[in-house]
């Protein structure tokens, strides 16, 4: 395969497709899509393309590219903060193409990415800040604060 720089964060989901594609179809015994210990391997970015993460975490990574992380807090969370308002943070929103989208009686926004973790938008937070909120595991979330950098 030849190699070329990658730019945009929908030129390197194409590649990785493309890897994928090649790799497809290879199964663990137990019949899941095989997963290699390399995340870069073809078989594990096979395994991965098929739930959809692969791209979402590259939308993911492309929105915490402008972003200060704080210092870590007692919960699971890991906290950013990022300059901007509930607009910017309903655009970073938009920009995962979040499914099953909808809008809660409190005003917060929910949905899932394509491979169903889920994902909010709320105009504030405990610290009165506009939050993006990205369910990464059962136990870990990654929470971006809006507003003026600390």
């Not at 938009?94 to 994902?119: C, E, F, K, W």
């Amino acid at each position: 395969m030849q190699t070329k720089a990658l730019g945009t964060v929908d030129e390197i989901g194409d590649t990785v497709q493309q890897v994928g594609k090649q790799a497809s179809g290879q199964k663990t015994s137990g019949g899941n899509p095989a997963i290699d210990s390399d995340p870069y391997s073809p078989s594990s970015v096979a395994a991965r393309i098929e739930t959809g993460k692969v791209r979402s975490d590259l939308q993911i990574k492309d929105i915490l590219s402008n972003t200060t992380q704080r210092s870590k807090t007692k919960g699971p969370a890991v906290q950013y903060d990022k300059v901007g308002d509930y607009n910017d943070a309903l655009n970073d929103f938009n920009s995962l193409n979040v499914r099953n989208v909808q809008t809660r009686p409190n005003g917060t926004i929910t949905g899932n990415l394509p491979d169903r973790r889920a994902v909010n938008a709320r105009n504030d937070s405990s610290g009165g800040e506009p939050t993006l909120e990205i369910t990464i595991s059962n136990n870990r979330k990654i929470k971006i604060r809006y507003g003026n950098t600390r």
